[in-house]
């Protein structure tokens, strides 16, 4: 068995003396989708932006970031701009900002070709562009070649990122709330198309999202986040079908279901706690309602539960189905 | 309602909102220069160094604009002039420009010490008055044109390295020069693809209202003999030699209403440059 695409381990990332992720693992495997989950500001983007090596280097972090088995964290950044864009791409939440304004979208897709293909003819390249182009279903292509990004609506932008991203094969696509920023009916065609692209090329994709809905949709395997940690890892069959952390749960319980009529939307209670003032123990537990005094000394553990996912809850076995018999949702 | 007639397209040409008609002025009074500089050769008028005249004759049908103090006729030695005073502007502003904000450049992308190092030059630079600081160097290097020249350049990149920081250190931070990086664009590249087209605008609409004052401090630096030397037909040091005769006021108006002609000229066009390409000065 060769190595994942991707693996990481116990990555931790401080900005000064604040900590903003921590002893964070992740694997994924060649065509299969990982999705990461999370409220704002609990560390998924940074955790991405570490992946790609794009964090400043002030920043510390610590801990393995393997490609294929190849060690990525502590690589110069001329090895790391040399995998960038060719090993691995990442797509931006806002198309409507990620796009540079004064290049026409022929020009930024022959950039991403020619940065890792030196001395293609610019022929060449046109075409390539052409071919990318088709590749993520943009109406007529040829003309599209010759516009500039505030010519293009919400929704081919995003496709031309995604283009952008495509355009020397990468084995690891990374899609930051890849739909955030666009129409619901524009997000459901961008999510089938990196669907289709997946399937089509056998990348690894990792959605980052705070969308279950969308996450459940694609992914085969999904972690959860919160304040700077996984709190669930596993399946997404087994994640979904049976939380074993009361967070997951929470996510879970709070997404309105089409077929049911509600008096009121659940949410979970409090806000996510400040990077500074995160609380001792479980990181959860001023929000949780089963919190016990344990859950204020000591941080849990992430260990294998009966679905066969992993959480972190000293309570995992009884907690959910407790709330889950005190509220039938 | 699928029989309801498409309407026929009408095409209104808008005259544009920026071309105002200050700016269209300052547009005429450029343009003229610009044709007086590359044709002067070809007018009817005297020659520049001849003594065409009698001395400090008031303007008349013969002298438009009089005579100086050694009978040369001021409107033809105005209007060649302006080939002093133009270029040697021009090659200042350009300088200063390119030097300028490639430095900023420089300075606004690497950041920390080289960023720190480059703006307390541009600082200490700026802390001194332009026309003394201008002086100093041209003092120190011997009058003459070329001097002038040079001292000006070193008078006037700071303002412009400090102007492209600032654009390079806003633009810097947009999500597509991170979307750039992201697909394996080098330093370079991203620095001159991703941010400079993104920040030339200001420095553009700067260089153009720094030009009158460019012209500005030529005129007075020969003015006060650091510039061009006497024979020259150069506005400053035409100003200054008419400055001696005091009561024959046409000798001094000459070269002052092309001084003023120029700067109000590329200050109304900087104007417009602003409202065309600024969108937050409206």
């Not at chain 2, 600081?133 to 001292?151: C, F, I, Q």
């Not at chain 2, 400053?236 to 006021?249: K, R």
Request: proline letters at 6%; charged letters at 15%.
């Amino acid at each position: 068995m060769s190595a994942p695409l991707l693996e990481v381990n116990d990555l931790t990332i401080a900005f000064g003396a604040l900590e903003v992720v921590r002893d964070v693992n992740l694997s994924l495997a060649d065509g299969k989708t990982l999705g990461l989950v999370g409220e704002s500001g609990c560390g998924k983007s940074v955790t991405m932006l570490a992946i790609m090596g794009l964090l400043p280097d002030q920043v510390r972090v610590s801990g393995s970031i393997k490609l294929k088995g190849e060690e990525l964290l502590g690589r110069p950044q001329s090895a790391l701009t040399a995998l960038r864009g060719k090993r691995m791409a990442m797509i931006f939440q806002d198309p409507m900002t990620s796009l540079n304004p004064v290049m026409t979208v022929g020009e930024q897709l022959g950039e991403a070709i020619a940065i890792h293909n030196r001395g293609m003819a610019r022929g060449d390249r046109q075409e390539r562009a052409l071919a990318l182009l088709r590749l993520v279903a943009i109406p007529f292509p040829d003309r599209r070649l010759l516009q500039y990004p505030h010519e293009l609506s919400g929704g081919m932008r995003q496709r031309v990122m995604i283009a952008i991203a495509m355009a020397n094969d990468p084995e690891l696509l990374i899609a930051d709330e890849p739909t955030t920023a666009l129409d619901v009916t524009v997000q459901a065609q961008i999510m089938e198309l990196l669907q289709r692209l997946q399937a089509e090329r056998q990348m690894g994709l990792m959605l980052i999202s705070h969308d279950l809905g969308v996450v459940g949709d694609i992914a085969d395997e999904v972690a959860i986040m919160y304040a700077g940690r996984i709190c669930e890892r596993g399946s997404v069959d087994a994640v979904f079908d049976s939380p074993h952390h009361p967070y997951t749960h929470g996510l879970l319980a709070s997404l309105p279901q089409i077929d049911r009529t509600i008096d009121k939307l659940v949410a979970i209670p409090g806000s996510l706690p400040s990077l500074s003032a995160r609380p001792a123990g479980c990181r959860f537990h001023p929000r949780c309602v089963h919190a016990q005094d344990i859950c204020r000394r000591a941080e849990p553990e992430l260990r294998r539960v009966a679905s066969g996912a992993i959480a972190a809850c000293h309570f995992a076995e009884t907690a959910v189905a407790s709330l889950r018999a005190a509220s039938p949702a | 309602m699928s029989d309801v007639p498409a309407l026929p397209r009408i095409r209104v040409r808008q005259w544009p909102a920026w071309l105002k008609l200050p700016v269209l002025v300052g547009i005429a009074i450029i343009a003229f220069w610009i044709v007086a500089c590359l044709t002067i050769d070809l007018w009817p008028i005297y020659d520049p160094i001849d003594m065409v005249g009698r001395r400090l004759q008031p303007p008349s049908a013969d002298h438009w604009f009089g005579t100086d103090a050694l009978g040369r006729d001021v409107l033809s030695r105005t209007l060649h002039g302006a080939r002093f005073s133009l270029m040697m502007s021009c090659a200042v502003i350009v300088c200063a420009v390119l030097i300028g904000s490639a430095i900023g450049a420089v300075a606004g992308y690497v950041g920390g010490i080289v960023d720190g190092a480059l703006m307390r030059l541009v600082d200490i630079t700026l802390s001194f008055p332009p026309i003394l600081l201008a002086m100093a160097v041209t003092a120190a290097m011997g009058p003459g044109l070329e001097n002038a020249a040079l001292a000006m350049v070193i008078v006037w990149w700071p303002v412009y390295a400090r102007l492209m920081r600032g654009q390079v250190l806003s633009i810097r931070s947009r999500e597509h020069v991170e979307a750039a990086t992201a697909a394996g664009a080098g330093h370079a590249r991203t620095l001159v693809k991703h941010i400079l087209p993104l920040s030339w605008s200001p420095i553009l609409i700067n260089a153009t209202m720094d030009f009158g004052q460019v012209v500005l401090l030529t005129a007075s630096l020969s003015f006060i003999g650091l510039g061009a030397s006497p024979p020259t037909p150069e506005w400053g040091s035409m100003i200054s030699e008419g400055a001696i005769h005091f009561y024959q006021w046409w000798i001094c108006s000459g070269p002052g209403i092309a001084i003023l002609s120029v700067v109000l000229g590329f200050n109304f066009l900087g104007d417009g440059l602003r409202d065309l390409l600024d969108p937050r000065s409206k």
